[in-house]
């Protein structure tokens, strides 16, 4: 046992992304003006929601939430990404390495029971509109958030539980930008054929089973709105297909990089490098452009803006 516990690396290498320093200068560009972009977009989702008071619904709640784990999720991995672009010695720490395993997971399992519950969401406004009112009342919403959390955050700790004792005792290096278990499974210094396998098991059988749980329930939404008359539905359809779209840039990376036996290193990264700084930036950006109550909220809380700056120079002149 004191063998097992007993860990000699201290420290891990990360080969990141490219050692060509055009493609380095490229991503680097790429990879702050999204992240950059991420985060006001997701600011402003949350400031509009919280600010505007047409917008005080449990969608809107909701999609405000999703917002702040984007803000929490796209600043794991990204930040240290974009300063070791231009490094040639990148390392992380073992407690920075099980630090971003922790929070990616916590937050991608909160993220994937929010998914969830803005598809029940969008079952009860479509397909039991009498009722919307009262199944998601602000006690649910409140509700929802928590299991959400609190999902997340025992799904982290069952992935670390699995790593966390493991021998290291080199190699250190990993081909990445950032740690994941899967990589780091199999720098351990004994058999892991078996822990591959229930992590395989407990991430990607629970993304894939997730992700299809969800397009059933898209796929019946739908059928019940081509039921209704055209004019009634165009809105909702409009809004679920944003919800559909945000749905596959979710679990797409997830279901290949557990699912996928061999994957290619090269497509490895695009994918991770997709979900860390892309996806958060898309989800702001697709229920804006898709969502008309949201495009004039926004237009309204920039008059407001604007018309508060305009008070605060004319007095500040004044004085």
Not at 15 to 38: M, P, R
Not at 266 to 289: E, G, Q, S, W
Request: glycine share 4%.
């Amino acid at each position: 046992m004191n063998e097992v516990n007993c860990s000699v690396v201290s420290e891990f290498v990360l080969l990141g992304l490219s050692n060509s320093w055009e493609i380095q200068l490229l991503l680097f560009c790429f990879s702050c003006l999204f992240y950059v972009s991420s985060i006001i977009g997701n600011l402003l989702i949350v400031v509009t929601v919280t600010s505007d008071p047409y917008l005080h619904s449990p969608m809107y709640f909701l999609l405000a939430n999703l917002s702040i784990i984007d803000l929490i999720f796209c600043s794991i991995a990204a930040p240290k990404m974009i300063c070791d672009l231009f490094r040639k010695h990148k390392v992380i720490s073992f407690g920075g390495c099980i630090a971003q395993i922790f929070f990616s997971h916590a937050i991608g399992g909160a993220e994937m029971v929010l998914l969830i519950a803005m598809a029940f969401d969008r079952y009860v406004a479509i397909c039991k509109p009498l009722h919307y009112l009262t199944v998601m009342s602000p006690r649910m919403c409140i509700l929802i958030l928590v299991v959400s959390w609190i999902t997340g955050l025992i799904h982290s700790l069952a992935q670390l539980a699995f790593v966390v004792n493991l021998p290291f005792c080199g190699p250190s290096v990993l081909d990445s930008f950032y740690c994941d278990i899967p990589r780091l499974i199999k720098l351990a210094c004994t058999d892991t054929h078996k822990l591959e396998f229930v992590v395989t098991a407990n991430s990607g059988f629970i993304s894939l089973g997730a992700f299809c749980l969800l397009i059933l329930s898209y796929i019946f939404i739908l059928i019940t709105l081509q039921k209704q008359s055209s004019g009634s539905s165009s809105k909702a359809l409009s809004t679920l297909l944003a919800h559909v779209t945000v749905v596959v840039l979710f679990f797409g990376p997830l279901i290949f990089f557990y699912m996928w036996p061999s994957p290619s290193t090269h497509l490895d990264k695009f994918l991770a490098m997709f979900d860390a700084v892309l996806t958060p930036f898309l989800n702001p950006l697709i229920y804006t452009l898709r969502n008309k109550e949201m495009k004039m909220a926004i237009r309204r809380v920039f008059r407001q803006l604007t018309s508060f700056r305009k008070k605060s120079l004319s007095s500040f002149i004044e004085t």
